[in-house]
């Protein structure tokens, strides 16, 4: 049985609507409003927590099943002047990444999949170039290269095609950059006299096939994986000289202004959805499911890697087949946020006689009642950058990362391995290798749900593992309001200035500009802030103005990573600036929280804490507070077996960590399966191991230091530590020092 969904929201306050989009193969399913408080159904902790709220939608509705479609391309709306054609050029500079051997892969097209008609320029599954002209009547015109096209090599393609004299021309030529041999090559090819088709199909870019769907919505098939540069068409049959002054970069207008009909520049509008036809009709056109922008181009040279300052040597789009910015999903219910619900990790909890799913929201605080004095920051940026991951699938990587621990298999893993149209996480790689720099939140997202087990930890993680401090908050009863990291980007200082105390998640890995700035001011103006998590502040991200659904990651040429960007394209689109770590941008986390992600490993159990010899000094004697000086800290816990594991940060004083800073623990028994940070090892030697058991930078660190105006920090370090407040009925040592600290910035 399938059931699964998504909302169009993840944060919303009083009064906001919130529609939730489902599919299902059962006729029918109940859906109700529940208030989660702990995810994870381990048999040694409090178990699954989760209360109902009385809300209108709780009932049956009927069941419907729907369907994502995948894959990016650009669309321009049909117009009479790309129609019935005596003559016609077509030309582009096209970037294969991938040669299928199955379906061919769309460049330029004009054509209905049902009509069998229209135009169409693509590489076959024999990777040639390949032009169709495709009549109703079932005759058809082909012409291919005679050779086939080499992937992650540029070439200058052009059809020249005319009525008149029944001839066709493809032109090919691979490019001096990649190849020394700078032959334009050309296949010619008699065609029928036949009058070109009159086609109302759109025109896309990077796809093959337009295809109505039943609620008339228009999408591309057979996708292409790769790089296309600025396609121009012209309403005459250049020659062969001109056609090479094209190869040689000369700007269409110069060559024929006076038939060209089309011609779009792809270095403009790079931080938008459009494609800005530059030719005298201005066809502008949009693109479809986000592909990359921010890419190198043909002409790219190396001398500049910003594309700012070179706009025209990043005049590329690269498409992929398996892109996906919006699932496109009808809603079946929506739901107004009654103005006296608690702010909150809710979810709307669907089922049917043999399947459940949990839909996950965040409930902003209603300003027109008393806030807490406490917010909960939601990482709900690594919630989406870590959605669909599908590294587990990988029969290297998964093993290599898991070992020597069996890989965990959810089923919501197995759903997800079904369902490749969900597509994928910031740590996968598309189909042709390349890693994928954008994920959405408006598609079904399997693991961000409770319950869920990480593959490779065989336990909790993400919404599960902060579940676990929503959960000790309210056995504690603190009063808290929770905040996700898009609310902070949005909203900036002004959403945390009456906030006493800002709890971090688990793992706020990543960070926009906006997020850090906000932090940052909340702390020189006396805010305070316990940071329970590790590997924080860590990636620098953005999010699309245009979509804000949608968030952006570059990796760099350092960091711990599963791909590296391309040379030249480490600045993100959305925004201009450089990615990689924040770290590499003079934004090192310990400036921030006086700790940064030092080591990580997820193979072995979990270790605990011992005291510093500062820690027993009086100006920190709050924190240790009904804890013995020997005691070891967490040497349990329903994450990994310990509060320090995971991953892990330490203090670094040359990285930004405050002079002032008391180290006041640090984590031990980490085996080699902990691994130091690749950001952190210049120079291999052969004497050196960079394990656990002879680097003493394999650690968590736990932190305190003051700020102006009587602020504070706390830091601990380590993904694992919330996974360890339940121990013992919430009796234990990791819960009692979060207690001190927490009532402490209370006061």
Not at 192 to 214: C, Q, R, T, V
Not at 508 to 533: C, F, H, V
Request: aromatic letters at 10%.
């Amino acid at each position: 049985m399938e059931l699964i969904g998504y909302a169009d929201k993840f944060s919303v306050t009083a009064g906001d609507n919130l529609e939730f989009k489902i599919s299902t193969d059962s006729p029918e399913y109940k859906a109700d409003i529940v208030r989660l408080i702990h995810g994870d159904q381990n048999p040694r902790g409090p178990g699954f927590k989760e209360n109902v709220v009385g809300s209108s939608i709780n009932k049956k509705y009927p069941g419907q099943k729907q369907f994502a479609y995948c894959g990016s391309y650009a669309m321009v709306q049909p117009h009479k002047v790309l129609e019935k054609l005596n003559q016609l050029t077509i030309q582009t500079w096209v970037f294969p990444t991938q040669i299928r051997k199955k379906t061919p892969q769309g460049l330029l097209s004009k054509w209905w999949s049902t009509k069998n008609d229209g135009y169409r320029l693509f590489l076959n599954n024999k990777g040639q170039l390949e032009f169709q002209i495709g009549y109703e009547n079932g005759k058809m015109i082909k012409l291919a290269s005679r050779f086939s096209l080499e992937t992650n090599h540029w070439y200058f393609v052009a059809v020249t095609l005319d009525v008149s004299s029944l001839k066709a021309i493809l032109w090919l030529k691979e490019l001096p950059a990649s190849s020394h041999d700078t032959t334009l090559f050309s296949t010619e090819c008699p065609i029928l006299p036949l009058p070109f088709p009159n086609n109302d199909a759109p025109l896309l870019i990077g796809a093959g096939l337009s295809k109505k769907l039943p609620d008339n919505r228009v999408i591309g098939l057979n996708g292409f994986n790769g790089k296309i540069q600025n396609p121009c068409f012209f309403g005459r049959c250049l020659n062969s000289k001109e056609i090479e002054h094209l190869n040689q970069g000369i700007p269409p207008e110069i060559i024929d202004s006076k038939n060209l009909l089309a011609a779009w520049d792809f270095s403009r509008d790079i931080s938008t959805s459009i494609v800005r036809d530059t030719g005298p009709l201005q066809l502008h056109g949009k693109t479809i499911n986000t592909p990359s922008r921010a890419v190198t181009g043909y002409n790219w040279r190396g001398n500049e890697c910003d594309f700012k300052n070179a706009p025209n040597e990043y005049s590329a789009i690269y498409f992929h087949e398996d892109d996906l910015d919006d699932a496109g999903w009808k809603t079946d219910f929506s739901l107004t946020i009654p103005f006296d619900l608690k702010s909150g990790i809710y979810a709307a909890r669907l089922r049917t006689d043999n399947d459940e799913d949990y839909i996950p929201f965040f409930v902003r605080s209603n300003k027109r009642v008393q806030q807490a004095k406490i917010v909960f920051l939601i990482p709900s940026l690594s919630y989406l950058a870590y959605g669909n991951e599908r590294m587990q699938f990988n029969p290297m990587l998964g093993s290599l990362m898991a070992s020597p621990r069996k890989l965990n298999h959810d089923p919501l893993d197995s759903y997800l391995a079904k369902h490749p149209e969900f597509s994928a996480s910031l740590y996968d790689k598309h189909t042709d290798g390349s890693g994928f720099i954008s994920a959405s939140r408006l598609r079904p997202i399997t693991n961000l749900r409770p319950k869920y087990l990480k593959w490779r930890e065989g336990g909790p993680r993400h919404i599960v593992s902060d579940l676990y401090l929503v959960d000790w908050l309210e056995t504690k009863n603190f009063e808290f309001d929770i905040l996700t990291d898009e609310d902070l980007h949005h909203g900036g200082i002004e959403s945390l200035r009456q906030y006493q105390v800002v709890l971090t998640g688990a793992h706020p890995e990543y960070t926009t500009g906006n997020m850090l700035s906000a932090l940052e001011q909340y702390l020189s103006t006396g805010g305070r802030l316990m940071y329970l998590g590790g590997n924080g502040f860590y990636w620098v991200t953005s999010i699309y103005s245009h979509k804000p659904h949608i968030m952006e990651v570059r990796r760099g040429q350092s960091g711990t990573r599963t791909w590296e960007s391309a040379p030249g394209e480490n600045y993100h689109s959305s925004t201009g600036e450089l990615g990689g770590l924040w770290k590499h941008r003079g934004k090192p986390p310990n400036n921030l929280v006086g700790i940064g992600c030092s080591s990580m490993g997820w193979a072995t159990k979990s270790g605990g804490y011992i005291r510093s010899k500062d820690s027993f000094d009086k100006r920190v004697g709050f924190i240790f507070e009904g804890i013995k000086g020997n005691e070891i800290i967490g040497n349990f816990g329903l994450a990994m077996g310990g509060a320090a594991g995971d991953e892990l940060d330490r203090l670094d004083y040359q990285l930004g960590t405050p002079r002032h800073a008391i180290h006041l623990a640090s984590s031990t028994g980490h085996d080699n399966r902990y691994q130091q940070v690749i950001e952190d090892i210049l120079q291999v030697k052969d004497t050196q191991e960079y394990g656990g058991t002879a680097n003493s930078n394999v650690r968590a660190d736990m932190v305190y230091f003051e700020t102006p105006h009587k602020g504070a920090v706390f830091s601990v370090g380590s993904i694992s530590w919330s996974g360890s407040l339940s121990h013992n009925n919430y009796k234990n040592n990791v819960s009692q020092i979060t207690e001190n600290v927490l009532k402490k910035f209370l006061s």
